[in-house]
């Protein structure tokens, strides 16, 4: 933040010189108009339109993308959030929108594409019976719609199709986003637009552009990094609210609930995933989302909550004794997690990895850590026991993209978490924090939430004591 560098590169190739017009504008112009149904802030639009930019400086070819359509899921609790690439691209958070980007230099193969234009936003139609349900949508036509969106071009989403059928006539690639075939074939919405765009332009060969966005989106602009300074001050707040309030017979979900109570009032507009307390043996498990379990003296409870803020997701996790102290065994497995974390912390800088061999790898320090430290019941070591990846990146998707065998580089928001999962003896721990890494070391945006199991056990014995206080005057 203070590091201006991540403002810079703000500049735009000459042919963008409509849409400079249009960011000069919306800098002007502080506040947008009141959206009742927006819930985030956004970046300023020469933000985007610089990743756009850059985006579009590495293709040979056009870049077909679809907004989600918000018919992705039938749950009647679902809330609209925006396909993330999309957002990375625009910070446009409505339904139904497409975005085309021609690729840079090249706006001449375009021909037919009136203006020389390089790239365009689709949005759906006016729809004044719809929005008595819904609310307001953007919608090409309307005042103001270049310096809300960022765009010097903004259409109608039915124009697409004949638009696609032109660039076809003149391109024999399109980039998009194809299905992820990890996620067992795709997401309906990829595999959707896909099959759309293989039948208007039936000759085009679709490649994917999924990793030069996914290469973008690791390095922070200072508006993602504050966003993720909010959403990790807002998880930190709600950790120490579950410091003060964890004791026995309380239920897992009941905790859960108070933290995201906490996010909400202080401005999260969501969970950036859901919410993980785990008490005794379900502190073991690393996804558990029952939350079903009464807490019970002499348990540890694991939890792995994060506020979302603007979209970007923070992901910390503090492993708490439920009756406010550690017993020996609890407290000897927590520093071994406590040691591994901190061997790893102070390792953090641009040139380290998460790989799980070699030299960089910050993953081999807090396993040979863990490894060294402890015994199980049968006196082997615990490596066995730290069963996942050490870290990850953050920001749009709490799991963001990144590569665990590329070198960190200044500007990637990263996770630190060791654990160790005892099933045989209900006892998970996990310490996980948030790492700004810059371009001397790292920034731990986490640091305010403690770690230390002394400071914690101080923090509940001293809610403990007042809520005995309370309960004595009776102002409980
Ligand atoms: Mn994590």
Same mark, same amino acid.
């Given at each position: ?40 802030? $956004?970046?300023?639009?020469? *933000? ?13 070819? %056009? ?25 990375? =691209? ?8 497409? #975005? ?16 020389? +234009?390089?790239?365009?936003?689709? !949005? ?18 309307? %005042? ?24 076809? /006539? ?7 986003? =194809?299905?992820?075939? &990890? ?26 552009? /999924?990793?030069?966005?996914?290469? +973008?989106?690791? *390095? ?7 966003? #993720? ?17 964890? $004791? ?37 498990? =690393? ?49 071994? *997690? ?6 790893? +912390? ?54 963001? %993209? ?24 209900? #006892? ?7 790492? !700004? ?7 731990? +945006?986490?640091?305010?939430?403690? $770690?230390? %199991? ?10 403990? &004591? ?11």
């Amino acid at each position: 933040m203070r590091d201006a560098r991540w403002w810079s590169g703000l500049s735009l190739n000459p042919s963008k010189a409509a849409i400079a017009a249009a960011i000069g504008l919306s800098i002007a112009c502080v506040t947008p108009p009141a959206r009742a149904q927006e819930r985030r802030d $956004r970046e300023p639009n020469s *933000v985007y339109a610089d990743r756009r930019a850059k985006l579009a400086a590495q293709v040979d070819a %056009p870049i077909v993308l679809f907004g989600f359509t918000g018919r992705e899921e039938s749950a009647q609790t679902y809330m609209f959030e925006q396909e993330e690439n999309f957002y990375y =691209l625009t910070g446009h958070n409505e339904e139904g929108a497409a #975005l085309l980007i021609l690729p840079k230099g090249r706006e001449d193969t375009a021909k037919g594409n009136q203006e020389g +234009l390089t790239e365009i936003l689709f !949005l759906p139609p006016k729809n004044p019976q719809k929005e008595r349900w819904n609310g307001v949508r953007m919608s090409p036509d309307e %005042p103001g719609i270049h310096e809300k969106t960022g765009f010097a071009v903004v259409r109608l989403f039915p124009e697409l199709r004949a638009e696609v059928e032109k660039l076809a /006539r003149s391109h024999s690639s399109f980039f998009t986003i =194809l299905p992820y075939e &990890k996620e067992l074939g795709g997401y309906p919405h990829e595999k959707e637009w896909t099959a759309w765009l293989a039948e208007v332009a039936p000759q085009v060969k679709l490649k994917d552009i /999924r990793p030069q966005v996914s290469s +973008l989106r690791q *390095v922070k602009s200072a508006g993602e990094i504050a966003f #993720l300074q909010r959403a990790v001050d807002l998880s930190v707040d709600s950790h120490l609210e579950a410091m003060r309030i964890m $004791r026995p017979g309380l239920f897992e979900y009941q905790v859960a609930s108070r933290m995201v109570e906490i996010h909400t009032m202080g401005g999260s507009e969501a969970e950036g995933y859901a919410p993980i307390v785990g008490a005794g043996f379900n502190s073991t498990v =690393l996804h558990y989302d029952k939350l079903a379990r009464k807490i019970e003296d002499g348990d540890v409870v694991l939890l792995d909550v994060g506020a979302q803020f603007s979209g970007y997701s923070a992901d910390i996790t503090r492993t708490l004794p439920a009756n406010g102290k550690f017993t020996p065994r609890q407290r000897e497995i927590y520093e071994i *997690v406590l040691g591994a974390q901190n061997a790893a +912390l102070a390792a953090v800088k641009p040139g380290m990895d998460f790989c799980r061999k070699g030299d960089n790898s910050l993953y081999k320090i807090a396993y040979d850590y863990i490894n060294s430290h402890g015994q199980d019941r049968n006196g082997q070591p615990l490596g066995q026991y730290f069963i996942h990846g050490l870290g990850h990146n953050i920001g749009l998707n709490v799991h963001d %993209p990144g590569e665990s065998c590329k070198p960190l580089v200044p500007g990637m928001v990263i996770t630190i978490e060791p654990g160790i999962y005892m099933p045989e003896e209900n #006892l998970g721990v996990r310490l996980e924090d948030d790492v !700004l890494v810059t371009e001397t070391g790292h920034k731990v +945006l986490s640091e305010r939430l403690p $770690r230390d %199991p002394e400071a914690i056990e101080r923090i509940m014995a001293e809610a403990a &004591k007042q809520r005995s206080r309370s309960r004595l005057t009776g102002d409980d």
